[in-house]
């Protein structure tokens, strides 16, 4: 069974990533 707190915290973690690759894609696209 996973731990609640570790799956949160690997939620958020994702949603960092996610947030990051979408940056840097709108960046690329202004180029």
């Known amino acids: 069974m996973i ?3 570790q799956c949160k915290r ?3 973690i ?3 990533a996610t947030t990051q690759l979408e ?3 709108t960046s690329l ?3």
């Open 3 to 5: 731990n609640k707190k």
């Open 23 to 25: 940056a840097t894609l």
């Open 10 to 12: 690997n939620t958020r």
């Open 29 to 31: 696209s202004y180029i």
């Open 14 to 16: 994702n949603i960092e």
